[in-house]
Protein backbone atom coordinates (compact mmCIF):
# COMPACT_ATOMS: atom_id res chain seq x y z
CA UNK A 1 0.00 0.00 0.00
CA UNK A 2 2.71 1.83 0.66
CA UNK A 3 4.50 1.54 -2.72
CA UNK A 4 1.43 1.78 -4.58
CA UNK A 5 0.22 5.15 -2.65
CA UNK A 6 3.87 7.11 -2.98
CA UNK A 7 4.34 5.93 -6.44
CA UNK A 8 0.66 6.92 -7.97
CA UNK A 9 1.29 10.12 -6.44
CA UNK A 10 4.11 11.22 -7.74
CA UNK A 11 3.80 9.95 -11.18
CA UNK A 12 0.85 11.29 -11.27
CA UNK A 13 1.81 14.73 -10.53
CA UNK A 14 4.32 14.89 -12.59
CA UNK A 15 2.60 14.01 -15.65
CA UNK A 16 -0.10 16.28 -14.95
CA UNK A 17 2.09 18.57 -14.16
CA UNK A 18 4.01 18.01 -18.15
CA UNK A 19 1.06 18.43 -19.75
CA UNK A 20 0.19 21.93 -18.21
CA UNK A 21 3.93 22.77 -19.32
CA UNK A 22 3.12 21.40 -22.38
CA UNK A 23 6.20 19.14 -22.12
CA UNK A 24 7.45 16.67 -24.95
CA UNK A 25 5.63 13.44 -24.22
CA UNK A 26 6.76 10.11 -24.99
CA UNK A 27 5.29 8.08 -28.27
CA UNK A 28 3.32 4.87 -27.20
CA UNK A 29 6.42 2.86 -28.13
CA UNK A 30 8.38 4.59 -25.95
CA UNK A 31 6.23 5.05 -22.69
CA UNK A 32 5.20 1.00 -22.91
CA UNK A 33 9.50 0.19 -22.77
CA UNK A 34 9.71 3.15 -19.94
CA UNK A 35 7.03 1.48 -17.72
CA UNK A 36 8.33 -1.75 -18.73
CA UNK A 37 11.85 -0.53 -17.14
CA UNK A 38 10.19 1.46 -14.12
CA UNK A 39 9.25 -2.22 -13.35
CA UNK A 40 12.69 -3.36 -13.27
CA UNK A 41 14.13 -0.56 -11.44
CA UNK A 42 11.43 1.05 -8.61
CA UNK A 43 8.94 -1.77 -8.58
CA UNK A 44 11.50 -4.79 -8.81
CA UNK A 45 14.35 -2.42 -6.91
CA UNK A 46 12.80 -0.22 -4.30
CA UNK A 47 10.07 -2.71 -3.63
CA UNK A 48 13.00 -5.46 -2.16
CA UNK A 49 14.06 -2.32 -0.11
CA UNK A 50 11.05 -1.68 1.54
CA UNK A 51 10.31 -5.19 1.84
CA UNK A 52 13.20 -6.17 3.53
CA UNK A 53 13.23 -3.66 5.69
CA UNK A 54 10.15 -5.65 7.49
CA UNK A 55 13.21 -7.68 9.13
CA UNK A 56 16.23 -5.76 9.58
CA UNK A 57 17.15 -2.54 10.16
CA UNK A 58 17.09 0.76 8.15
CA UNK A 59 20.78 1.15 8.39
CA UNK A 60 21.42 -2.35 7.77
CA UNK A 61 19.49 -2.03 4.90
CA UNK A 62 21.48 1.14 3.63
CA UNK A 63 24.77 -0.67 3.75
CA UNK A 64 23.38 -3.41 1.79
CA UNK A 65 22.14 -1.29 -0.23
CA UNK A 66 25.81 0.61 -1.38
CA UNK A 67 26.65 -2.77 -3.37
CA UNK A 68 24.29 -1.50 -6.12
CA UNK A 69 27.32 0.38 -8.18
CA UNK A 70 28.76 -3.27 -8.41
CA UNK A 71 25.46 -4.35 -10.43
CA UNK A 72 25.65 -0.93 -12.42
CA UNK A 73 28.94 -1.67 -13.41
CA UNK A 74 28.23 -5.39 -14.01
CA UNK A 75 24.71 -4.73 -15.91
CA UNK A 76 27.09 -2.13 -18.10
CA UNK A 77 29.60 -4.10 -18.69
CA UNK A 78 27.46 -7.04 -20.11
CA UNK A 79 25.84 -4.66 -22.73
CA UNK A 80 26.87 -4.17 -26.23
CA UNK A 81 28.46 -0.92 -25.75
CA UNK A 82 29.24 -1.17 -22.38
CA UNK A 83 32.69 -0.70 -20.05
CA UNK A 84 34.38 -4.61 -19.33
CA UNK A 85 35.39 -5.50 -16.13
CA UNK A 86 38.58 -5.40 -15.33
CA UNK A 87 40.31 -7.20 -12.37
CA UNK A 88 40.46 -4.15 -10.12
CA UNK A 89 37.41 -3.74 -10.26
CA UNK A 90 36.11 -7.66 -9.82
CA UNK A 91 39.29 -7.12 -6.85
CA UNK A 92 36.89 -3.57 -6.01
CA UNK A 93 34.01 -5.90 -5.37
CA UNK A 94 35.27 -8.21 -3.33
CA UNK A 95 36.39 -5.92 -0.96
CA UNK A 96 33.27 -4.28 -1.05
CA UNK A 97 31.80 -8.00 -0.14
CA UNK A 98 33.83 -8.61 2.96
CA UNK A 99 32.72 -5.62 4.20
CA UNK A 100 29.64 -7.02 3.78
CA UNK A 101 30.68 -10.39 5.50
CA UNK A 102 31.83 -8.45 8.65
CA UNK A 103 28.43 -7.27 8.45
CA UNK A 104 26.61 -10.91 8.53
CA UNK A 105 29.30 -11.88 10.83
CA UNK A 106 27.76 -12.83 14.27
CA UNK A 107 27.90 -11.57 16.99
CA UNK A 108 27.62 -7.45 15.81
CA UNK A 109 25.35 -5.15 16.65
CA UNK A 110 22.62 -6.18 14.78
CA UNK A 111 22.48 -9.93 16.89
CA UNK A 112 18.93 -8.95 18.35
CA UNK A 113 17.93 -9.77 14.18
CA UNK A 114 17.97 -13.42 13.48
CA UNK A 115 20.89 -14.56 10.79
CA UNK A 116 17.69 -16.11 8.72
CA UNK A 117 16.31 -12.36 8.36
CA UNK A 118 19.90 -10.60 7.79
CA UNK A 119 20.96 -13.24 4.82
CA UNK A 120 16.78 -13.15 3.28
CA UNK A 121 17.45 -9.55 3.42
CA UNK A 122 20.68 -9.35 2.04
CA UNK A 123 19.72 -11.74 -0.81
CA UNK A 124 16.80 -9.57 -1.67
CA UNK A 125 17.95 -6.20 -1.68
CA UNK A 126 20.57 -8.02 -4.37
CA UNK A 127 18.28 -9.11 -6.47
CA UNK A 128 16.62 -5.85 -6.31
CA UNK A 129 20.19 -3.66 -6.75
CA UNK A 130 20.20 -6.02 -10.29
CA UNK A 131 16.93 -5.09 -11.23
CA UNK A 132 17.30 -1.36 -10.52
CA UNK A 133 21.13 -1.65 -12.43
CA UNK A 134 19.03 -3.58 -15.71
CA UNK A 135 15.92 -1.20 -15.94
CA UNK A 136 18.07 2.31 -15.50
CA UNK A 137 20.93 1.33 -17.70
CA UNK A 138 17.88 0.26 -20.15
CA UNK A 139 16.02 3.26 -19.96
CA UNK A 140 18.97 5.17 -20.17
CA UNK A 141 20.22 3.47 -23.31
CA UNK A 142 15.98 3.77 -24.68
CA UNK A 143 16.62 7.92 -25.18
CA UNK A 144 13.63 9.19 -26.73
CA UNK A 145 12.22 12.61 -27.23
CA UNK A 146 10.60 13.07 -24.01
CA UNK A 147 12.29 14.92 -20.70
CA UNK A 148 13.85 12.54 -18.12
CA UNK A 149 11.05 14.21 -15.72
CA UNK A 150 8.07 12.61 -17.79
CA UNK A 151 9.75 9.47 -17.81
CA UNK A 152 10.10 9.15 -14.52
CA UNK A 153 6.67 9.97 -14.10
CA UNK A 154 5.61 7.45 -16.54
CA UNK A 155 7.80 4.87 -14.35
CA UNK A 156 6.15 5.82 -11.41
CA UNK A 157 3.17 5.81 -11.93
CA UNK A 158 3.41 2.33 -13.63
CA UNK A 159 5.08 1.09 -10.39
CA UNK A 160 1.70 2.26 -8.56
CA UNK A 161 -0.90 0.72 -10.77
CA UNK A 162 1.23 -2.41 -10.35
CA UNK A 163 1.42 -2.39 -6.65
CA UNK A 164 -2.33 -1.38 -6.40
CA UNK A 165 -3.32 -5.20 -6.84
CA UNK A 166 -1.25 -6.70 -4.19
CA UNK A 167 -1.73 -3.60 -1.86
CA UNK A 168 -5.85 -4.80 -2.20
CA UNK A 169 -5.37 -8.16 -2.11
CA UNK A 170 -3.10 -8.48 0.96
CA UNK A 171 -6.11 -8.67 3.46
CA UNK A 172 -4.06 -6.54 6.32
CA UNK A 173 -6.01 -3.06 7.32
CA UNK A 174 -4.01 -0.36 7.42
CA UNK A 175 -4.35 2.35 10.30
CA UNK A 176 -4.44 5.84 8.72
CA UNK A 177 -3.32 8.53 11.13
CA UNK A 178 -2.31 11.82 10.12
CA UNK A 179 1.58 10.76 10.66
CA UNK A 180 1.64 8.18 8.29
CA UNK A 181 -0.05 10.21 5.70
CA UNK A 182 2.32 13.20 6.29
CA UNK A 183 4.95 9.84 5.45
CA UNK A 184 3.80 9.20 2.58
CA UNK A 185 3.65 12.52 1.09
CA UNK A 186 6.70 13.20 2.32
CA UNK A 187 7.83 10.05 0.00
CA UNK A 188 6.16 10.75 -3.33
CA UNK A 189 7.86 14.20 -2.81
CA UNK A 190 11.54 14.14 -2.22
CA UNK A 191 11.59 10.26 -3.17
CA UNK A 192 9.81 10.45 -5.87
CA UNK A 193 8.94 13.89 -7.56
CA UNK A 194 12.45 15.38 -6.52
CA UNK A 195 14.59 12.21 -5.63
CA UNK A 196 13.99 10.00 -8.82
CA UNK A 197 13.56 12.06 -11.25
CA UNK A 198 16.85 13.81 -10.34
CA UNK A 199 18.29 9.97 -10.87
CA UNK A 200 16.74 9.74 -14.19
CA UNK A 201 17.87 12.77 -15.31
CA UNK A 202 21.41 12.33 -13.88
CA UNK A 203 21.59 8.91 -15.57
CA UNK A 204 20.45 10.57 -19.25
CA UNK A 205 23.40 13.27 -19.01
CA UNK A 206 25.82 12.00 -16.97
CA UNK A 207 28.44 8.65 -16.71
CA UNK A 208 27.30 5.87 -14.86
CA UNK A 209 30.59 5.61 -12.27
CA UNK A 210 29.60 9.49 -11.45
CA UNK A 211 25.71 9.17 -11.18
CA UNK A 212 26.46 6.24 -8.52
CA UNK A 213 28.08 8.65 -6.27
CA UNK A 214 24.65 8.87 -4.42
CA UNK A 215 25.33 5.42 -2.91
CA UNK A 216 27.82 6.98 -0.53
CA UNK A 217 25.16 9.50 1.01
CA UNK A 218 21.95 7.39 1.56
CA UNK A 219 23.93 4.63 3.94
CA UNK A 220 25.38 7.56 6.13
CA UNK A 221 21.92 9.78 6.05
CA UNK A 222 20.02 6.10 6.85
CA UNK A 223 22.37 5.09 9.64
CA UNK A 224 22.69 8.23 11.22
CA UNK A 225 18.29 8.92 11.12
CA UNK A 226 18.14 5.17 12.47
CA UNK A 227 20.45 5.44 15.58
CA UNK A 228 18.89 9.18 16.43
CA UNK A 229 14.90 8.21 15.74
CA UNK A 230 14.52 4.61 16.45
CA UNK A 231 17.60 3.45 18.50
CA UNK A 232 18.57 1.15 15.69
CA UNK A 233 21.83 -0.35 17.32
CA UNK A 234 24.96 1.16 15.22
CA UNK A 235 28.86 -0.37 16.57
CA UNK A 236 32.26 -0.71 15.50
CA UNK A 237 31.97 -4.11 13.69
CA UNK A 238 28.87 -1.91 11.54
CA UNK A 239 31.45 1.26 11.52
CA UNK A 240 33.84 -0.90 9.87
CA UNK A 241 32.19 -2.65 7.42
CA UNK A 242 30.88 0.65 5.99
CA UNK A 243 34.31 1.95 5.67
CA UNK A 244 35.36 -1.94 4.08
CA UNK A 245 32.35 -1.45 1.57
CA UNK A 246 33.08 2.40 0.40
CA UNK A 247 36.66 1.40 -0.31
CA UNK A 248 35.10 -1.44 -2.35
CA UNK A 249 32.66 1.08 -4.26
CA UNK A 250 35.45 3.60 -4.68
CA UNK A 251 37.88 1.06 -6.04
CA UNK A 252 35.12 -0.23 -8.24
CA UNK A 253 34.39 3.59 -9.55
CA UNK A 254 37.91 4.88 -9.44
CA UNK A 255 39.59 1.81 -11.89
CA UNK A 256 35.92 1.89 -14.21
CA UNK A 257 36.58 6.15 -14.66
CA UNK A 258 40.22 5.65 -15.11
CA UNK A 259 39.48 3.05 -18.16
CA UNK A 260 36.57 5.04 -19.59
CA UNK A 261 39.45 8.09 -20.00
CA UNK A 262 41.53 5.27 -21.66
CA UNK A 263 39.25 4.10 -24.28
CA UNK A 264 38.18 7.69 -25.20
CA UNK A 265 42.21 8.31 -25.43
CA UNK A 266 42.98 5.82 -27.39
CA UNK A 267 39.99 6.65 -30.11
CA UNK A 268 42.10 8.22 -33.38
CA UNK A 269 40.51 11.63 -33.84
CA UNK A 270 39.51 12.53 -37.01
Not at 21 to 47: Q, V
Not at 94 to 117: F, K, Y
Amino acid sequence: MLMCLRYSISGGALLIGALVRGARLPTPREAAFTAFYGLLTIAAGTGALAYSEQWIPSGMASLFASLQPFWLVSADALGPAGERLHWPSIGGMLVGLAGVALLLAPGGSGQHVSTQAMLGGFFLMQLGGATWAVGSLAQRRLGGRAHPFVSGGVQQLATGIAFAIPALLDGHHENWNTKGMLAILYLAVFGGIVGYSAFIYSMQHLPVALVSIYTYINPMVAVALGWWFYNEPFGWRETAAMIVIFAGVSIVKWTTSRSHRRAQASVPVE
